[in-house]
């Protein structure tokens, strides 16, 4: 049953981040988790995981279907030019954290928005 | 409070995305630049190139065009009119360059601090006060007066406009997301800035306060043995023959002794262009080469940046086809050739810009004094928009001679260190605030198909004044130091000069039928190298400048004696190391270091500058010991001067050269700011003394050959420290230097090399440091950079209708209205 609901919860944000993102800003991220954590009855520790998850996983699979530019040299560049001394896997993971703290925070922003609203005993 | 938590979440997560979404310092906004979605990783440019056949619908077209890129994503652009193809020029310019466009003619206008902030506010002001944008602004009127240059500029702007809309945020080039901005839309004043900021870089050197300073303080013997005047010319540009018997001289000298006396200026620093922008070309006629035809060359020195000021495209429309490089920002070709005729240019290095004191009548500024009566200033207010902080504005007063770049509102680099209690006022005269179409001479040269044809272009070209080299297929050969001059007394300008009458003002221009010139002469060679235009003594004005003699004396040594002259023996010449100046004075510095007895590290040392065979190759010890050397002679010699004159520029290398020559002990040698006498001998050692455990560190590292010594680099144009590697393309260990045929100093030198040979077909090779695409991370960012490093050319294609099916052609681009 739990894992079912995790699952729609990843899914589903993953389909809304990757709409939301398509007409609009990236930050629109934020969207799915805070949603999908405020319709969910999930505690605030695994709103905050499983949002920070989801904004990890949409962000490695939209890497992974740029691989082709990932792998050329523009990755290296940006690398280089943040103090990660061109290293892609540093920057993958970095860029992953990003994501996932705005996911976390939104996972966790819908968990008490849902309590403040009532919606949860 | 039961919703205390919510809040709080909810504003961290606000705080959050706003944070990632912004620039902290010089940290990028990391949500932005990183996210898969809309980051670094979505420039549409990065796609490679897309080999094959695509179609773009393009508004503002009236008819199709076809595009051709080859190996080296050159465009072969073919229009059936000038308006499509000005058109699709300013679409490629912005679709491969758009970021650079922007920021350098943001620089020229004065708004780098709208992109970075507050630490560009200096430079900014600066540009804004030398009257950068006003003078565009009557260049743009003068511009759009002419028929050719209007509907150019109008198409091409269309085009950059036509490129611009295409783009969403995420499709915006790397350096916007990083600096965190947006493009705006491009207008034909955009332009006008780009002209300008050439102008700025080709004519805006200026060393009146400098110079100044040194008279000021060391009076006018020292002064002639810093800043000789140039009496001696060693092979000008035009030689005596071709210099038409003037009249009389009309410009009648108006000073007295007293000019040379002038009080000390405000102790002001100033942003300036590079000095050494200047240049390399030649063209022998059909006598000297092997094919019998004309060969022309030229190599622009220039401020090696990347992207690179060049852009290298071919324009066919059915009445012309031109290939050539342009500028991002202007459209046309100004270096380049089509199958009649070859062209290019080298800087005139002529004195254009003069510097007036001015008095006012109080505090307001709104009169000052000129021939005893009081003149209304006008005023313009400068608004400097500032990222991160608040918009400033600054009043600029204009007088007839130009504005007042200097007042206790602004003293330069060092804006709030008022040295001097004076507080004067300067004006500034600068020939490029006059109206002048800048581009036309340029369309009218890629169009031309003869000498005549030539003529007719360049009669309208002003400023920064060129020497404009031509060739024909036909046989003709010719070059001329185009440009509208002030016509001078002699020593006029060298000096800040009083601005409370008009005996020191400008009495007129030099009629354009005095303009230096030179035809088929029967050397069989025309060749301009930076170098005097005339000597002095056979040209009725005053040739004031910054001159330099080396290189063109080089290059004529070696036409002279060329014949049946080759390509290769043109790339040797361009990529030629000799260092002349090492040439003449190595044998007195042997000869008086040889007198001492030194340690065995530092007698391997002079051993190495003994044997040096006066080439600065990149593998070259002898050079890299030798540039030591002299710069540390240098500073011993001149730097108390230097520091008692407190602003004074360090002289040229040939001027201490040329004096030791003469005299090994003149009077700059010793030190005043000793009590003790010191010798050329005694200066040298030291000097030598003080190198050794520079070239022993050196030598540690391995750095001791001049290629990586020199570290000669490209930085990119927001790599100010020139050590981003990300961005950047550093440590390229190349030979040559100032001086030097192959004038590659650290990140100056030639932008451009070409080699045209006017045979049927014309036949062409180039390289420049750089690529075509200025996307960081596309393939083409830096295609040229290696090549060049090694002295290679690539042949250019001048591509021909019926090669539409070639297999050079990597990718077609055809647009549709």
Known sequence: ??????????????????????????????????????????????????????????????????????????????????????????LSLVTLVVGGVIGGLAGLNGRSWRRSFGLTQ | MKHLGTILSGISLLILIILFNSKWGSIPPLGKLLSPTHGYLIDPELQGIQSGFSMVELGGLKDSVQVYFDDRMVPHIFASNDEDAYFVQGYLHARDRLWQMEFQTHFAAGRLSEIVGEKALVVDRTNRRLGMVYAAEKSLEEMEKDTLTFLAMNAYTAGVNSYIGTLEEKDLPLEYKILDYQPEPWSNLKS?????????????????FERTAVIATMGKEIFDLMYPNREDSLDPIIPKAFIPPFGKLTIQAVHDSSY??????????????????????????????????????????????????????????????????SIPGAPGILIGFNEYV?????????????????????????QYLYNGRWESTSSRIETYVIRDAKTQADTVFYTHFGPVVYDENFRGLKNDHLRSNAGKFYAVRWKAHDPSNDIVSFLL??????????????????????????????????????????????????????????????????????????????????????????????????????????????????????????????????????????????????????????????DSYFHILERWNL????????????????????????????????????????TLIQNLLRNINFACVDNVLTPQVETFDEQLSAAFLSIVPVLDELKKVGRL?????????????????????????????????????NATKKSH?????????????????????????????????????????????FKLWFMKPFEKGSDKIIQTLVFKP
Not at chain 1, 56 to 67: E, Y
Not at chain 2, 711 to 723: A, E, F, R, S
Not at chain 2, 772 to 785: E, F, K
């Open chain 1, 1 to 90: 049953m739990n894992i079912i609901k995790y699952l729609i919860f990843i899914i589903g944000t993953l389909v809304v981040s990757a709409l939301l993102t398509y007409i609009g800003p990236w930050w629109l991220i934020f969207v799915g988790p805070l949603l999908f954590a405020f319709f969910f009855k999930i505690s605030y520790g695994k709103s905050f995981l499983v949002g920070a998850f989801s904004i990890m996983l949409f962000w490695a699979i939209m890497l992974l279907i740029r691989s082709d530019v990932f792998v050329g040299s523009i990755t290296e560049k940006i690398a280089l030019l943040l103090p990660l001394r061109g290293s892609r896997v540093a």
């Open chain 2, 192 to 208: 006008a800035l780009l002209s300008k900021y050439m102008a700025k870089d080709l004519a805006g050197y200026d060393d009146d």
């Open chain 2, 260 to 325: 040379f006396h002038p009080p000390m200026p405000d102790l002001i620093e100033r942003e300036k262009p590079d000095k050494a922008n200047g240049s390399n070309n030649w063209a022998l006629a059909g006598s000297k080469t092997m094919t019998g035809r004309p060969i022309l060359c030229n190599d622009p020195h220039l401020k090696l940046r990347l992207p690179s000021i060049w852009y290298e495209i071919q324009i066919t429309t059915p009445e012309y086809s031109c290939y050539g490089v």
């Open chain 2, 342 to 366: 070859a062209f290019g240019s080298t800087n005139a290095m002529r004195d254009v810009m003069d510097y007036y004191e001015i008095t006012f009548r109080d505090k307001s500024k709104s």
């Open chain 2, 445 to 602: 040269l890629d169009r031309a198909k003869n000498y005549d044809d030539y003529r007719k272009a360049i009669a309208r070209f002003s400023c920064p004044g060129q020497n404009l080299i031509f060739a024909s297929a036909s046989g003709d050969i010719a070059i001329t130091q185009q440009g509208v001059f002030p016509a001078k007394w002699r020593y006029q300008g060298e000096f800040i000069m009083e601005g409370k009458d008009s005996l020191y003002e400008w009495q007129g221009m030099i009629p354009q039928d005095q303009v230096l010139t030179m035809k088929n002469p029967e050397r069989g060679f025309v060749s301009s190298a930076n170098q005097l235009p005339a000597d002095p003594k056979e040209y009725p004005y005053f040739l004031g400048g910054d001159y330099v003699y080396e290189r063109g004396y080089r290059i004529n040594q070696i036409l002279r004696k060329l014949q049946k002259a080759t390509v290769q023996d043109m790339i040797d010449l361009q990529n030629d190391n000799f260092n002349i100046r090492a040439h003449q004075i190595r044998g007195l510095l042997i000869e008086t270091l040889k007198k001492r007895n030194f340690t065995n590290e530092a």
């Open chain 2, 615 to 654: 080439y600065n190759d990149s593998a070259s010890e002898g050079a890299t010991v030798y540039s030591l050397l002299m710069d540390s002679l240098e500073q011993r010699i001149w730097g108390d001067e230097l520091k008692k004159s407190q602003i004074g520029s360090m002289p040229e290398h040939s």
């Open chain 2, 705 to 741: 050959t001049w290629g990586k010594y020199k570290q000669t680099c490209v930085p990119h144009l927001m790599d100010i420290k020139q050590n981003m590697s990300s961005l950047s393309r550093l440590d390229l260990n190349v030979g040559g230097g100032d001086g030097i045929v």
């Open chain 2, 749 to 793: 030198g030639p932008s451009w090399k070409m080699i045209v040979s006017l045979t049927s077909p014309v036949e062409a090779w180039g390289v420049y440091p750089g690529g075509q695409s200025g996307h960081p991370g596309n393939p083409y960012y830096d295609t040229g950079v290696g090549p060049w490093s090694e002295g290679k050319y």
